[in-house]
């Protein structure tokens, strides 16, 4: 499929959509070997709910100044248009000497190396579907969509391989599938600009924009409840019993179930309400999360919740996506895209590991779901309240 630009003429630079969807066939398949799993590696190895919660942390929080630093690395090296087949490359060695170096400071350094390495690969892949797409770059969830048909099934094969197999082949299966990725990724070109932003000078002139100030507090919020969600439903699952089979099968559904509804109707919810309406919708999507985890602990219970990560994940990512292109001001449009989808959501997923991590263990995961569930309703509340005024009747903003 050839791109082609606003004007209709065709863009022979644009990478093809097929080898895009690809290309997020084979990421997200290596984020799915490790994803759940990891959790619950580092409880096997003698880690505590406060140790992990430092983990789930430290990842995030490193990400968010990867991406200008790498930048700079770029530049210096004059590797600007391989730097994806660098990251997705290098991201594999840490992933491997988590098998052996398996203490809490190692994890600890291990974990920042990977996040280090990791940081670029989503803003470039990303910059890689929106080139391809061109003119049609609403139709972006459609290619995103192929990252969960490739994290699925590999989540779900990973779960019941490590109930025979030692456990420490998801580090493994990772580096298989990203090697495969980053010799995919010679074949394109990218444009790095969405590296380029300074997060001191973007977020000093953001921050003066009401609208956007109020959409990144929310998406702060709703990025916070995806951390606990994702980093401790596995683990959960582990202390009600669940066999890792079970585990990998609650990943698989919530990765497919977010598939069919970002293809299917995540693009008309969007159309429908704009990017605030649907951002307020994955708030409340998250609160039900939370509290079928607090009130329901029963596995099964806890693998249908999953069900709702295209709504919850796949709504807040899809809303934030279309707001900060288009709500931020002339001129600051990849530096807004950067700071959501990298700086704000980074330091959202630090946060909700590091307060999660304190609680999982002494107050116990039920009650930590529902403080998480009380502060997404809270926020529901607040921003719904808020923006009251801002919404228009067909979505948009005033």
């Given amino acids: 499929m050839t791109a082609r630009s606003e004007r209709g003429q065709v863009n022979a630079s644009a990478p093809p959509v097929a080898l895009v969807r690809w290309l997020y066939v084979l990421v997200y398949a290596s984020y799915g070997t490790t994803s759940v799993y990891r959790s619950l590696y580092y409880r096997r190895v003698g880690l505590d709910g406060a140790e992990i919660g430092l983990l789930i942390a430290i990842q995030p929080l490193v990400q968010v100044f990867a991406g200008p630093l790498w930048s700079l690395v770029a530049d210096w090296l004059r590797l600007r248009s391989r730097l994806l087949t660098l990251v997705t490359a290098l991201s594999c060695l840490p992933m491997l ?215 919850t994940f796949g709504g807040a990512l899809v809303a934030a996506v279309d707001f900060a292109d288009r709500h931020a001001p002339p001129g600051m449009a990849a530096t807004s895209q950067a700071l959501a989808t990298s700086f704000i959501s980074g330091l959202g997923r630090s946060a909700g590991g590091l307060l999660a991590g304190g609680l999982y263990d002494t107050v116990g995961p039920q009650n930590t779901f529902g403080l998480f569930g009380a502060i997404s309703a809270a926020a529901l509340a607040v921003f719904g309240g808020l923006w009251r005024k801002d919404l228009a009747p067909d979505g948009d903003t005033r």
């Fill in 97 to 311: 000497g988590m098998i052996w170096w398996n203490s809490f400071p190692g994890l600890l350094v291990l974990n920042a190396l990977y996040a280090l390495f990791l940081g670029p690969i989503q803003p470039l892949t990303d910059s890689i579907a929106l080139s391809a797409l061109q003119s049609d770059r609403h139709k972006y969830s459609s290619i995103r969509a192929f990252g969960s048909l490739g994290y699925a099934p590999v989540m779900w094969a990973v779960g019941y391989l490590i109930e025979g197999w030692d456990i420490r082949i998801i580090f493994v299966g990772y580096a298989l599938l990203m090697g495969s990725a980053a010799l995919l990724s010679t074949r394109v070109r990218v444009d790095q600009t969405a590296l380029r932003s300074s997060v001191a000078r973007g977020l000093s002139t953001l921050v003066r924009q009401r609208l956007w100030l109020m959409f990144m507090l929310a998406l702060f919020v709703a990025m916070a409840a995806q951390s606990v969600t994702f980093g401790y439903t596995g683990l959960y699952l582990d202390t009600l019993g669940a066999g890792e089979s079970v585990i990998g099968l609650s990943g698989a559904l919530g990765s497919i179930t977010q598939t069919i509804i970002m293809l299917a109707l995540l693009p008309l919810m969007l159309r429908c309400w704009g990017s605030q309406r649907l951002l307020l919708f994955s708030l409340s999507m998250y609160a039900l999360r939370f509290a079928l985890l607090a009130l329901f602990p029963i596995p099964w219970i806890v693998v249908i919740g999953e069900m709702l990560l295209g709504f």
